[in-house]
């Protein structure tokens, strides 16, 4: 039997607000833009949640991915 591990993802309140503001921000850079960013960090973060441990600890307890395509990681 194969076990799979899902952690819940804790977003900060200033985190989220960083989130939603660059999403709108690449909205107004390209149309469409903000929607495949978005796209793109949920499949990162759907990676995260069902495969915890694939990335390096970047602090303390912290895993970070990089977001393909954009400067950003989470």
Not at 29 to 55: A, M
Request: hydrophobic share 45%; with cysteine.
């Amino acid at each position: 039997a194969i076990w799979a591990m899902t952690l819940p993802l804790k977003f900060l309140r200033a985190a989220q607000q960083e989130y939603v503001n660059a999403i709108k921000w690449y909205e107004t850079r390209r149309r469409g833009l903000g929607l495949r960013f978005y796209q793109t960090v949920e499949g990162v973060l759907d990676t995260l949640t069902e495969s915890p441990h694939l990335n390096a600890i970047v602090h303390r307890n912290a895993r970070a991915a990089k977001v393909a395509g954009f400067p950003y990681c989470v």
